[in-house]
């Protein structure tokens, strides 16, 4: 039988960790979910024409170019996924906007909070044409994620009181572990602020249904200096003797207020010896607490302060049920997901949205909320008066 759906042409511009991440993504969603549109691996753009075939082969991508600008003006690329660091995620972002073409973007989703700005303006412009554009914060696609921002919704934990947010990793510990352009400000931004204290606080805004509005922050650089990388693949690497400066934060420790009035509090740190991607968020509520830890991606607790004080606890609720989110499609329950499902659920719910020439989220307007908060902790961190002295 022929396939009637309209193909979805897609061009990937970069192609490591995030990138592979993402091939992973719109190889398998079409393999487990009915999409309203048929996603074509279309083309992979990277800056050196031999790595770039090479991981068009491994990853499943037809073609190769080393020109995003010449792929963007292509008649025959319907969208553009932009797994780059985030220095060039603005140029790309409006560039292919402009051209007509949707734009997934990974996140942060972009490194300053102009060119966040910017790619806003030019994500609603092309909005009026029908073109849609999206971040990438994948963790708002994680099956637990989803349920709870569900029961935040139906009232389960009453109203929001206070939300602790983490987001701890430890590739950073070892004070040898070499420079990656993860930490050159030039390059990323920030460091564990906009790699993922972005998604604390975009999960944050997500699970609540409320924004921050105001923020108290400290950033912190811990070691000033690593070896330059002789190699690296995703997060590792190995390094000589040369060294080269450190110009982002190691950690990042903020206080929020959200928009209903709650107190927040939030850690980004990739020196947290023995937590590998724990991000945790715990939601306390005027009847009851959610927690979750990605470490244990398939579980969301939660704890109901009606019960009976003697049987009461937290429940840990196995997410692996046909009636959570995205689950029927996949296994039976208890068999569990893993990191890149996230990936295949971003490329499933953007495939809906255009299909329903719809706004997906999270949108721009979106990215540019955890933006904004980003540029307020860097400013507050700047700024000691925050800091009241002790006398100690
Ligand atoms: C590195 O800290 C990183 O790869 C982030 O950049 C990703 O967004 C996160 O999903 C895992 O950790």
């Not at 924004?211 to 400290?218: L, N, Q």
Request: proline letters at 4%; a negative charge; one cysteine or more.
């Amino acid at each position: 039988m022929s396939d009637t759906r309209a193909p979805l042409r897609v061009a990937m511009v970069g192609y490591a960790f995030m990138g592979r991440a993402h091939s992973q993504g719109w190889r398998t969603a079409p393999r487990f979910f009915d999409l309203p549109v048929d996603p074509e691996m279309a083309v992979l753009v990277g800056r050196t024409q031999s790595s770039a075939e090479e991981a068009a082969r491994t990853l499943g991508w037809a073609e190769v170019s080393t020109d995003w600008r010449e792929v963007i003006e292509r008649d025959d690329i319907d969208l553009v996924d932009i797994c780059t660091p985030g220095h060039t995620h603005a140029e790309i972002a409006v560039a292919a906007l402009r051209a007509g073409k949707h734009v997934l973007v990974e996140k942060p989703m972009a490194n300053t909070l102009a060119e966040a700005e910017e790619m806003t303006r030019a994500a609603q412009e092309a909005a009026s044409n029908g073109v849609l554009s999206m971040v990438g914060f994948t963790y708002r696609r994680v099956p637990a994620v989803q349920l709870a921002r569900q029961l935040v919704a139906e009232g389960r934990i009453g109203e929001v009181r206070q939300v602790r947010a983490q987001y701890l990793q430890d590739w950073l510990a070892d004070a040898d572990a070499p420079l990656s352009w993860r930490l050159d400000k030039e390059k990323a931004g920030s460091g564990a602020l906009g790699d993922i204290g972005a998604h604390i606080v975009d999960l944050t805004h997500f699970i609540t249904g409320q924004r921050v509005t105001g923020v108290a922050g400290m950033l912190d650089t811990f070691v000033t200096e690593r070896p330059v990388a002789e190699s690296f693949s995703g997060l590792h690497g190995t390094g000589g003797s040369e060294r080269g400066p450190v110009t982002v934060d190691d950690a990042a420790l903020f206080l929020g207020r959200l928009s209903g009035g709650a107190p927040a509090t939030f850690e980004a740190t990739r020196y947290a010896w023995g937590r590998k991607n724990a991000m945790r968020i715990e939601v306390s509520g005027s009847t009851g607490s959610l927690a979750f830890d990605f470490e244990e991606m398939n579980v969301l607790s939660l704890f109901d302060g009606t019960d009976d004080p003697r049987t009461a606890g937290f429940r840990r609720i196995l997410v692996t049920e046909p009636d959570h989110p995205y689950i029927e499609h996949w296994w039976p329950a208890g068999h569990g997901l893993g990191y890149e499902h996230g990936f295949t659920h971003q490329v499933v719910d953007l495939c809906e949205a255009v299909a329903a020439g719809e706004q997906p989220r999270p949108s721009f307007e979106d990215g540019l909320a955890v933006q904004r908060v980003l540029d307020a902790v860097e400013r507050s961190s700047a700024d000691r008066s925050v800091m009241t002295e002790t006398g100690g």
